[in-house]
């Protein structure tokens, strides 16, 4: 199985940058499709970015194009979300989320593993 931990989150400024990581156990990390999802109080847990099994095939949703990032460093068994420009409306809790399915990438019911999240606060 796959055993995942967040870490990177913080209160900035807008206009500001931070960076994700995602710890990874186990050699299983490779097979894996790897996601970052947010939830904000009161809404819906919301997909943010993907990156499946090559590493140049990514998917973000429309809000974070062009500002956040996702990647990962088989290597160190780690994914990454850089996020920059941030903006107030970024605000969440950010999840790290790993499954064995490609098809459904943007959906939280396809991930199996789930790490306990890391809150980004984003001041105006």
């Known amino acids: 199985q796959v055993q995942l931990v967040e870490s990177g989150g913080g209160l900035v400024q807008a206009g500001g940058s931070l960076r994700l990581s995602c710890a990874a156990s186990?050699?299983?990390?490779?097979?894996?499709?790897m996601a970052w999802f947010r939830q904000a109080p009161g809404k819906e847990r919301e997909f943010v970015a993907a990156?499946?099994?090559?590493?140049?095939?990514?998917y973000y949703t429309d809000s974070v194009k062009g500002r956040f990032t996702i990647s990962r460093d088989n290597a160190k068994n780690t994914v990454y979300l850089q996020m920059n420009t941030l903006k107030p409306e970024d605000t969440a809790v950010y999840y790290c989320?790993?499954?064995?399915?490609?098809?459904?990438?943007?959906?939280?019911?396809?991930?199996?593993?789930w790490g306990q999240g890391t809150q980004v606060t984003v001041s105006s």
């Open positions: 186990g050699r299983t990390f490779r097979t894996y499709a």
């Open positions: 989320a790993a499954g064995p399915r490609a098809s459904t990438y943007s959906a939280a019911y396809a991930y199996d593993y």
């Open positions: 990156i499946l099994l090559n590493a140049g095939t990514t």
